[in-house]
């Protein structure tokens, strides 16, 4: 089972800011959360991810809260093409490697 | 940017027939996934591969399923006698680091290949 938890769906207005939260309560101290979208059936594409900073990239912020069990991915300025699902991801470790359990997502509508 | 590329973007197989998708990593990964998605589900984990081998591989890996990297720059997977479930979107995906512990990079995601199997 995925480690996270995200709320179904979400809208935005077009131009304003896009906080799509994220719930990782069992996170262990070296997890990183890593966020990905999918715009219809392309692949995960990736956006930000983080240990227990705040990151910035030219895509996103992602705000971890200090005792990282969640986080919120931020698109300052949502466009049309943002509407996507978002998928906040931490790896499980086995066998060797890491491997990432996609849970359902947020599905975000950004709204003229 | 560099990117994964699958082709082809979309396969049509009769059932019991054998099928290859392929994929072409980042040049410099060395750590190379397949996952799937069967319409309007969730992505689900197949396999990673890591030195010339298989790391993991879910329950969804049965027997009819292997994966080569038969070359310095493509990575494959095979399907030996498809069935009607296997109709599903299959990506790959490449990342540099993924077996250390404290390794973070990310995955990268091919735009994925659409098998229908009728």
Redesign the interface.
Known sequence: DAKTTQPPSMDCAEGRAANLPCNHSTISG?E?V?W?R?IH??????II?G?KNNETNEMASLIITEDRKSSTLILPHATLRDTAVY?CIVRV????????????GTRLKVLA | EPEVTQTPSHQVTQMGQEVILRCVPISNHLYFYWYRQILGQKVEFLVSFYNNEISEKSEIFDDQFSVERPDGSNFTLKIRSTKLEDSAMYFCASSFTGGAIFSNQPQHFGDGTRLSIL
């Open positions: 070296n990183y890593y990905y999918q059936s392309q692949g995960p594409q990736y991810h240990l998928y470790f086995t066998s060797g490697t890491y491997k990432y359990i996609f849970g359902t």
